[in-house]
């Protein structure tokens, strides 16, 4: 297992942020809709864009990966429609090819992810919509099994009890494109990445108006073919190159970014010091001054994203005065806390918020990467600390960072990685 050792850093220069993971893995499902081939181009090379190749594999896709892009097109043997838990556990969008498998071979059993680090994390919306759809889907020893023998549009409200779901629309959006008749999905996310895998059906020939806002209407088509598609950039890997910058008071300028999508996140990081220009693709981002202490609340997009909350809290720990962050999307989402503060931090948890106090020196120590973006927030604390950090278990980072510690060395950052 790879560890990484990080030493205090003060960064400098230009990054160029990778293809957007969460955009990629529903895109990877949705080819399960056609036989035809298709070509997805700006793909990031990550452990989990590699753990839905296996599991498309299982389901008879052929799948070529190379220099950022994937060639998938139907093995010429039978389809399989079964996704094993050894592979869906590991990652949540795999669940997503429920959706893609009902609607196109008619049946499909889908290991149920299970819990997670960040929290419970049902799938109850996915069901309602593809059950909506007309599908019949029970749970057997821990797999969702159903038939779909036709699905018919219907009008569906997928609204939680958190709001919108990200990966339920796209399940649901997904099954609507060959159901007979129209769809309309209420409440449904608005995410940057929701969009981009209407905008890739659409290319394949789906009839999708809406996408973007909380009301998606569908017309299901007889069949979908093959098509090409570049992925939007990865807005989670730029706002922690923002908040990278914000820590540790450098000059970085962040390339290969849709601005747009970063709305929330470009204004809380100017509350909290930051100077930041922004061009069509590029931000500059400076921190002349003190960090200043806010408020951050997460919610679905165009809000603050959850993704983003644990990169943005170390931050947080340097400000000078008391911030309170509010997790809205996953109030159980703070295993960082307990490992920024044995570097030094003092925050304090409270239910679904964290109070933080700032204006603290952090010290280096040996941390435990716990997910995906705790793992990447313990990075920018190691950055900053006096000393030695060694981050252990940072396979959760590679999960969804492309050469995450490549990149902030090239800006001056002293990270290595190590066998631990
Ligand atoms: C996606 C992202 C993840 C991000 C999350 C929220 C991918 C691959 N992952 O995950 O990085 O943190 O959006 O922006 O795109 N919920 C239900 N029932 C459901 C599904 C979700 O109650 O059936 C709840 C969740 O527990 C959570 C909220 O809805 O509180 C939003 O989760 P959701 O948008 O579904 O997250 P994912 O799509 O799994």
């Known amino acids: 297992m790879d560890k990484f050792v990080v030493y205090q850093s003060s960064l400098k220069g230009e990054v160029k942020v990778s293809g957007s993971k969460n955009a990629t893995l529903p895109i990877m499902a949705a080819t399960l809709l056609t036989d035809e081939e298709c070509k997805i181009i700006g793909v990031p090379d990550l452990a989990d864009v590699r753990t839905m190749i296996k599991i498309l594999d299982i389901l008879g896709k052929e799948v070529i990966f190379e220099g950022g892009v994937l060639i998938i097109k139907r093995k010429p043997k039978k389809w399989g429609y079964v996704a094993p838990y050894r592979l869906v556990r590991t990652m949540r969008a795999s669940f997503c090819v429920l959706g893609p498998l009902l609607a196109r071979r008619k049946k499909a059993k889908v290991s149920f992810p299970g819990g997670c680090i960040i929290g419970v994390r049902p799938v109850d919306l996915h069901i309602k919509g593809l059950r909506e759809l007309g599908a019949q889907l029970n749970i057997e020893r821990g797999y969702c099994v159903g038939e779909a023998k036709k699905l018919r549009g219907a009008h569906i ?15 649901t959006l997904m099954a609507a494109t060959l159901a007979e008749g129209e769809t309309t999905i209420e409440y449904a996310a608005c995410e940057p990445e929701v969009v981009d895998l209407a905008l890739f059906l659409k290319k394949m020939g789906a009839d ?213």
């Not at 409200?157 to 399940?171: I, K, M, Q, W, Y």
Request: with cysteine; aromatic share 6%; charged share 20%.
């Open 157 to 171: 409200f997928l609204g939680g009890a958190f709001g919108s779901s990200v990966l339920a629309t796209d399940n």
């Open 208 to 420: 999708i108006e809406g996408e973007g806002t909380h009301l998606i209407r569908v017309r299901g088509v007889k069949s979908l073919g093959g098509a090409e598609f570049k992925v939007i950039p990865d807005r989670i890997e730029a706002g922690t190159f923002i908040a990278v910058a914000l820590a540790t008071g450098s000059s970085l300028t962040i390339s290969g970014i849709n601005p747009l999508h970063l709305t929330a996140v470009i204004e809380t990081a100017k509350k909290i010091g930051a100077n930041i220009t922004v061009s069509d693709s590029k931000i500059h981002i400076d921190v002349f001054k003190k960090l200043s202490p806010t408020n951050i609340t997460t919610l679905p997009y165009p809000g603050f994203p959850t993704d983003l909350q644990a990169q943005f809290m170390v931050a947080l720990c340097l400000a000078e005065g008391i911030s309170l962050v509010n997790e809205k999307i996953y109030p159980d989402r703070f295993m960082h806390v307990s490992e920024l503060n044995r570097m030094g931090a003092r925050i304090q948890r409270s239910g679904p918020y964290a109070i933080i106090e700032g204006n603290r020196n952090l010290v280096g120590a040996e941390v435990m990467a716990s997910d995906l973006r705790a793992s990447a927030a313990l990075v920018i604390a190691g950055l900053v600390a006096k000393g030695k950090t060694e981050i252990l278990r940072i396979y959760h980072l590679d999960r969804g960072y492309e050469k995450l510690d490549e990149k902030l060395k090239i800006l001056g950052a002293k990270i290595k990685r190590e066998k631990s």
